[in-house]
Structures are given as C-alpha cells and as structure tokens.
C-alpha cells in the first residue's frame, strides 16, 4: 500500500497532467539551431514568383508541419527578422491540409507515406519544400537536409523547384552536395 | 566495530553488453535528459553554449546569432545530436537523469561522486576523504552492490566486494560527455548489479577534445589539482587526446575531530584514440594507468587483550585497463558492435590486498525489423581473476579465484503507435561465477500523448548474483572479553538476491519555462542477504585460542521499498536557472521465521535517507560572469547516529576570454564539519567532510 508522500506524488502527478500544454519548448540542440540558420539563408538564394504574395510587403511566412524538431529555435531565429524587405513570421501546422500562406514549408521527420503525401500536395505551388527524411529531395521535395561527419549538408532537386516556379541561385546549387534534375541551374 | 562485512558483491557486474555504450547511446542517449536534457546537445566544442537555453521568446542575446553566419560558414559548423533515436531521451520508459557538460561546469564539483549528488534519488555520502558510499533507492554501503557503473561501455567495479571504487574513478571530468543515471533495474539490458540502477559514464570523441587544455587549482581541501591534456589528427582518419592528471587531497577530520589521516593522491595518464577505418566502420581505442595511495584509520581486533583499537593505514593503489570497440554500420536499419577490454588493478587496501585481471568480449546486434520493431540483442564473456591475501582482521578463501561469466540479453521495440506509443520487452539470461542460470526479464511502456510529455511504467525483475565476499569472506568483527571474536563466515551457498520492481513516471514540459520529471517505485525484494548467528565453538589453534561467536551470510530477507523522486527545472527569468528536487525512500525489510538474525534489518532501513531534498541555482551576472550555488538537504541515518545535514556549495566563475575560464568554489560552507555516513561494517573509520575552498583556472589552446 503507497505511504502518504507516495500517494501525494500520484496526486501531483494526475494534477500535473491535467494542466495546461504550450507547444513551445525551451530548448533546441543545435543542430536545430544551425538547421534553422540555413533555412533563412536558403530565402535570400530563392526568387519567389509574385503570385506567391499577397502583395509587394506581406510578410515572408515560414511553416513546420507535423512534429516540430525546432522547439522554438526557428522562432528564435527568425522572428525579427527581415528578407528582401519582407518581414519573416513562422508558423506550425500539424495537418499538411491545413497549410496555407506559406514560402517556405519545413516537413520534419516522418514516415514516409506523410511525406511523400504533403510534398505532392504542394506539387507545382510555390512554396519552398525543406525536408529531413531520407530521401527528401529524390522524393519530390526541393532542398533535403542532410547530416555528414555532424556537418549540415543538403540536396536540392531543381526539377521539383522549377514546377514551383522557384529560381535557385547559382551560389546555393554550388554548395549543394547534389542536384538533381537541372542543367540550367539559375 | 570492526571490519568489515561487504555485504557482497556482485559479480556479475557484467555490463552486459558490449555496447551498453552503444546500446544507450541508442536507446537512451539522447537528447538531453530530462530535465538536463535541453543542454546536453547544446554544449558543442565548436558552438560554446551559453549556460542556459535561451527561451523561445525571449532574444537569445548570450548566444551566437547563426543566421548572422554566412552559409559558406554554416557548411563546416558541426553540429551535436546524432540520430533519430537519440532524440527521444525524454520518452524513455525507465527513471532516467542525465549530467551534462553545463552541469559539470557549474556544479563546482572536482570528482565524479559529487557530481553524482546533484541525481535526485540517489543516495551519495562521503565515509571518509577517499572513500564513498553511493546507491540508488536504498541499500547504501560502502560496498554497495546494487548499483552497476559503466565507463564508456566498460564496467567499472570490484568483484571482490561488487562495489565500486570511487576513489580510482578518476576521469577528467572536461573528458566527460555526459553521465546518464538509470534509477530503477535494467537488469534486462545491463545485467547483474544493475538491481536499483545503472550509471553509465559517456566521454567525448577525441574529434571534440581537439587541441591543449591545461586545467589547475588549488584548495584547502583538493590542495594541488590539474589535468594536462592534447588532442591532435592522425592524417585524416584518426583523431586522439591524451591526458595526465593529478590530485592530491588533504585529510578530513575524524568523528572526534582528530585527524583522520585519510589524505591521499592519485597520479592518472590515459588517451583515446577514434579511428574511421571506413564509411561503415569505425574503432575506439581507450587506455589508461593509474598510481597512488591513500591512508585510512581501520579498526583493528586484538584477541589476547580483547581490544579493538585504531590502527592507521597506508594503501597503495595501481592499476590500468586497455579497450577497443569496433562499430560497423550494415545500414541505416541495422549496425553491429564488437568491443574488448581488459582491466588490471591492484590495491594494497585496508580490506586486504587484491591483485585482479579481467578480461571482457562483448558483442552486440541492432536490427530495426519492419516498421515497428528495433530489436538489440547481445552476448558477452568475461574472466576474471584474483588473487588476494588477507590482512590480520580479514580474508578470502579461497585465496585464488578464477571465474568466468556468460551472458545473453534481448530487447525488442516496439512501436504500437508511432511517436506515440512504445513498448519494450526483453531478458537477459545470465550464468554467472557462483550461481546458475539466472533470468531478468522486463517490459516497459512509453506513452507520449504529445511531444511535451510522456508516461512511462515498467515491471521487471532484476538479480544481484553472490560473489566472492558472500562465499568466501573469514573476518574479525570485534574481540570480546574470554578472549572471544565475533566472526564473519562466508556461506558457500549463499543465492542471488532478486527485486521485482514496478516504476511509473511521468515527464513534461508545461510551459516553456518550466520541465517536470515524477517517478514512483515499488520493489519487492526477495532473498536478501541477511547474517545468520550460527552455534558457539571454541577454537583452539588460534593464537590465543578463543570462543568463536560465528555470524555467516544467508538469504533470509524480504520485503519492499517505496518511493518518490520529483525534479524540476524552472527557468525564473532568462538569466536565471533554478532546479529544485526532491526525493522519499520508505524501506519496510522482514526475516524469515527461519532467521536468527536480528540486527540487519534495523542497519538496511536505518542506513538510507528518508528524505532528500535540493535546489540548484545558476545566475548569468554578465556576459562573462555566471554564479552558481547549490544546496542539498540529506535526511539523518538513525541506525548510524548520522543527523541530517544540508551541503551548500556556491561558486562563481568569470570568462575573461574564450579559452580561459577561472572560478572559485566554496563547498559545505554552512559548517565546519559533517558526518555523512557511518556503517558499523564499513572497512574504514568514518571522518567528517570539511568546509573547503579552491580557485582553478581552465585554459584551452
């Protein structure tokens, strides 16, 4: 039978699970944080077509859809932020069909069906797809993440970017460790 | 009192497993510990991270803007975590604490037992300067045998006793990644002495520690320290540092405030060495060599009077061990280990003389099957031998012993509702140097409604394997008037002791502010070690002859214990960390009708703290300033005579420039001296732990 300070814990423990949840979290590895850091160099390498605005100020949007591995450490790289004259704001979407108003959207970790699902459904729009997952890029996405010796590296496949309408500068496919799709690369 | 008793030892020790380095690193490793957790993979060599973790909203100003990097930059930025899995530490089904490089740095402590105190639920008391009793969830000893260490994969412990020998445990604590506490068994993957937990000491790759570190101080207590170490490429595919350090610690006080004559030094040089031998393989060589001595105050039994006096000692301590592990990746869903070690260490103790070899074969396999199961699964053989020679009070018979130790385990995950829902089952089958074969199955469940938090419970069933001190021991524990002895008597028979452990836990983060760890244990213990008096005989070869009152080891105990470990992380304001915890044992330990014993259960329940209690504090004064202090309260040991005391350790430390660091440490400051442990069957007098103070400077070049 559980003592008193025994029963107390449970009791903390049940309230403390009724409590209230805020989806940031304190902390970001820094893998998250340099991962965070090449997403905003990646939209100053990106020509977005006008259509992908509202108009000529409304913000650069940033999205996450599904489990977001940043914890805040994209928020706190970016928020306050300016790209090519546009403000940056970021948002999280758990559903891929609730996604909307976004330039660039980061899809995390995920098996594959959900991946594979949430890039073609943004199939030809102009949205920056940024992915994690293996084979990111080979499956439809534009820039795949990569990590090599604990470095960040990434693959950009120019076909899915040109059905977006997306124009990648030179200087970001140089430091790509492939490219897929191309060959006239600006 | 006299000698001795190790309650003993375990010995099979085995860290099962090759890679319990591997296999945690997989498993558990991760992401930060909770609530540790959010700085382990902050603290990157190449990204110095600020004390703290900035939240979200709150403008990171401490910490290097990246996104101010150029991308060229970013490209030779490396980066902390690792895999996948590692990420999800804090989904652990199993009481897990992790000491990261930031706890280390502003903990203020200068050895691996003081870090340990920060553990909520662990019990950490100093017996005398070089001498330490440490368990989790009750049992405390100074050969406390239920607790198994791992360094880097390799276990660190003496079979003799099954305890641990703090005082050579000496790695520079810059050299340490990070140190993951497991309260609880993990019997089914770490094997034997894992019964209440697993400690599993994590150093950096040689690719981390590149470059000079000189690191020296000075104290009252820890009077001239340093480490000297380098770290340097071999051509492109090898990397390497290697180490000496040293260590020359006063005396304490003893119980009356005389010298305890317990100062000692410690002279210790090792290296490492990573080589990538391709893109799937990769080989750890480890080695180190250890010398030094250390003094005690035992008590020594002299029949022909019927006196027990205190007698001075002098131990002289030697050792070192060589390690390799080889790791090769088959695939992204399956890679193998293979590792090697073997140990050698002699020590001329109080306890008696020991001279051991240990020769260790792990290996072990991870396959990821389908898309829901990731199965381990491991074998290992160890052969170990001593040879020991007693003291006047104290032997082992037989006086040569050579055993060796199988074991196999299996764990298999699997996923019943991705990121969701997790469960994990498995045993270890193990046939150690005195017993047979011995099984310790677990299951786990891990239930993550959302990122932010996570329920975990796990029954399992763990076993502390007889060792030499069970079945060999012959001590004096006291002279009487006649003359007469009290004696201890090993038992030739004497089984494992078996726990079946139910443990619930809870982790969250309810806002971005503040992370919350609960665990609650219930264990059922069965055939404990309890000591038996057996029938009166008179001696007539022993000089004097004298009448032999005999006690010997039997498994006539039973019962369960209970408790509750709370930690938090509170981060009051984004230049102030404040991480209360707090921890209840409750031990309720029964003889069998059969047991003519009847001081043993009073010494287990009356040798534990009921309560313990901290709270840690760390302030960024400034950009180059942070000020740390720490306070820990540990309840009174009524069978010891040990009253409750509260530690108050503070430091501040000031970073001139990058590469140089300087602090001051002040530790027990609130009195001049404390007890904080005092078993009657220890194999040293017990001295107080004094008020000290120390300046070091760290440079890395």
Known sequence: MPSRPVAAALAVLISIAGSRWISTQASASSEYQVKAAFLFHFAQFVDWPPEAFKDGVSPLTYCTVGEDPFHGALDASLNGKTIGGRPVRVLHYKEA?????????????????FVSATVASLNGSPVLTVGESSQFAQQGGMIGFLLEDNKVRFEINLDAAERGKLKISARLLALAKTVIGGPKGT | MSTKRGVSVSDGGRASFAGTGVLLALLLSCEPAWPQAPQATQSSQTEPAPPEQPAPETSPSAQKDLTQVSIENLMDVEVTSASKKEQRLSQVAAAIFVITQEDIR???ALNIPDLLRMVPGLDVAQINANTWAISSRGFNLQFANKLLVLVDGRAVYTPLFGGVNWDTLDIPLEDIERIEVIRGPGGTVWGANAVNGVINIITKRTSDTQGGLVVAGSGTQAQEFGTVQYGGKIKDRSSYRIFGKYRNENHFSDLNGQNGEDGWHLLHGGFRVDTKLSAKDSLTTEGDLFTGEEGSIIVHSVLATAQNINVERLASLSGGDAFARWDHTFSSRSDTTFQFYFDRYKRDGPESSEHRDTIDFDFQNHIVLGARQDLIWGAGYRHSSD??????????FPTYVSGQFFSTFIQDQITLKRDRLDLYVGSKIENGYFTGFDYEPSARMAWTPSTLRTFWGAISRASRTPTQRDVGIDAALAALPGPAEVELLGNPKFKSEHVIAYEAGYRAQPTDRVSVDVTVFFNNYYNLESAESLPSFFDPNSVPPVLVHPKSYSNKLYGNTQGVEVSIKWKATSRWTLSPSYSFLEM????QASSLDTTSVADAQGSNPGHQAQLHSLVDLSRNFTWETSAYFVGRLPAQFVASYTR?????????????????????????????FNDQFQSVNSSQVKRSVYAKVTWRF
Do not use: Y
């Open chain 2, 648 to 676: 108050l350790d503070s430091q501040l430390t000031w970073r001139p420039a990058e590469q140089v660091q300087l602090s001051l440490t002040g530790q027990n400051l609130l009195s001049d001296h404390h007890a904080e």
């Open chain 1, 97 to 113: 069909r609730e996604i909307q108003g976004c330039q660039v959207l980061f899809v995390g970790m995920a098996d594959k069906k």
């Open chain 2, 387 to 396: 040879q020991t020679s007693g003291t006047i009070d104290q032997a082992f």
């Open chain 2, 106 to 108: 502003s903990s203020g």
């Open chain 2, 588 to 591: 309720h330990l029964h003889t």
